[in-house]
């Protein structure tokens, strides 16, 4: 569910911070470097509300049926967490429709997605706003403007647009971290 959530919650967001394309959206009118101190704190909301075994699996079963090896796979894990941004399947040594198809593939493997490996909005919904309320229930302010987040940030209608989402709920949690 790493990839997943990554996706999703950012990403909230693998990496040490997000990628530099993306830090103007995620930042929106905060100053860079009080962005950069609100980063890390998104970062370990987005980890913590991810079921990182079952998440490992999941890519590993792809990983498999795709026909990516194991030490592809861990090189990208090794590498997503050491950069400034990006997420594991970025770095793979793999074609767009290979990343695309694991991300599918990881997003079925979570039950997140529907009959067609699309996205299914209401069960990634489900699944973080069951999170948040767990993981902020001591910060009632930030467990709103996340559950907010999940209701109006673009429902990614496709594998591809699941980043749009992703950096949506990222850009709430670092814009309004208390």
Known sequence: MKF????ILVGLTTAQGPLLSQLG???GNLDPNTCRQRIPQCIKLRRSAEDAQANRQGIMICAQELGITRQQIVA???????SEGGEIFDNLPVDRNTVL???RCVFTQAG????????NH????????S??????????????VMLNALET???????????VFRSCLAGACVQNFA
Not at 4 to 7: A, G, I, K, Q
Not at 76 to 82: D, G
Not at 112 to 119: E, F
């Open 122 to 129: 209401d069960a990634i919904r489900a699944r973080l706003a």
């Open 25 to 27: 959206q995620i930042c």
């Open 101 to 103: 198809n694991m991300r």
């Open 4 to 7: 997943l959530l990554l996706s």
């Open 153 to 163: 940030c673009p429902r990614p209608q496709g594998i591809e647009d699941a980043q």
């Open 131 to 144: 999170r948040f309320q767990t993981l902020l229930a001591d910060n009632p302010q930030m467990q709103e």
């Open 76 to 82: 990208a894990m090794q590498a997503s967490a050491n």
């Open 112 to 119: 997140l997605a529907d009959a067609n490996g699309n996205p």
